[in-house]
């Protein structure tokens, strides 16, 4: 089975720029989740998908972060217009239930540098 | 306000001896809490879990305490291995409103050969 998948790896570019970070889940996981870690401090939790639903965005920091997945499949997250707080490391994780007894699958994370 | 603290941001074990991870949690709500470990360049891995109905859970070299009335969760690895030397993550969530997890900042273990 394929792991979460997140491309890129790593971004650096400038602010008021446009990023976009794409995950593609474990095939038939229907839990689509997008968390965000900022220079050495805790995951945070961004967003929730349910298929192609958004089952809960309380964390998204504000509007200039969208986040789709059309399909119900992969999922992108735009950043837009990026500022310098938004640099950070980025993870997607899936899982196939919505209460994961055994924690979601992690993707290796897009770094986003925003200089 | 973080609802998870790992006060420790690294520790370091002999080879074969014991690691103790510690974690606090603020929501008295939380019933369901994991350990996750990671390498570098790496995302996230699942290493243990434990549910509020359990004081402890063990799974070969780990073992997962739960101090609920303390809202306090301790990992132990023993006996500790290099390949162990990774950042590790306290995670806690309320299962019956969402699966939002809660995470800690971590914390770095080095296992000195």
């Known amino acids: 089975e394929a792991g979460v998948t997140q491309f890129p790896s790593h971004s650096v570019i400038e602010k008021g720029q446009t990023v976009t970070l794409r995950c593609d889940p474990i095939?038939?996981?229907?839990?689509l989740y997008w968390y965000r870690r900022v220079m050495g401090k805790e995951i945070k939790f961004l967003l929730h998908?349910?298929?192609?639903?958004?089952?809960?965005e309380s964390g998204m920091p504000n509007n200039r972060f969208l986040a789709e997945r059309t399909g119900g499949t992969y999922s992108t997250l735009k950043v837009q217009p990026a500022e310098l707080e938004d640099s950070g490391v980025y993870f997607c994780?899936?899982?196939?239930?919505?209460?994961?007894?055994?924690?979601?699958?992690f993707g290796s994370g897009t770094r986003l540098t925003v200089v | 306000d973080q609802q998870v603290k790992q006060n420790s941001p690294s520790l370091s074990v002999q080879e074969g001896r014991i690691s103790i991870l510690n974690c606090d949690y603020t929501n008295s709500m939380f019933d369901y809490f994991l350990w996750y470990k990671k390498y570098p360049a790496e995302g996230p891995t699942f290493l243990i879990s434990i549910s509020s109905i359990k004081d402890k859970n063990e799974d070969g070299r780990f073992t997962v305490f739960l101090n609920k009335s303390a809202k306090h969760l301790s990992l132990h690895i023993v006996p500790s291995q290099p390949g162990d030397s990774a950042v590790y993550f306290c995670a806690a969530s309320v299962l019956n409103t969402g699966n939002q997890f809660y995470f800690g900042t971590g914390t770095s273990l080095t296992v000195i050969p």
């Open positions: 095939s038939g996981h229907d839990n």
């Open positions: 994780a899936s899982s196939r239930y919505r209460t994961p007894n055994y924690g979601y699958t």
């Open positions: 998908f349910v298929k192609e639903s958004k089952q809960d």
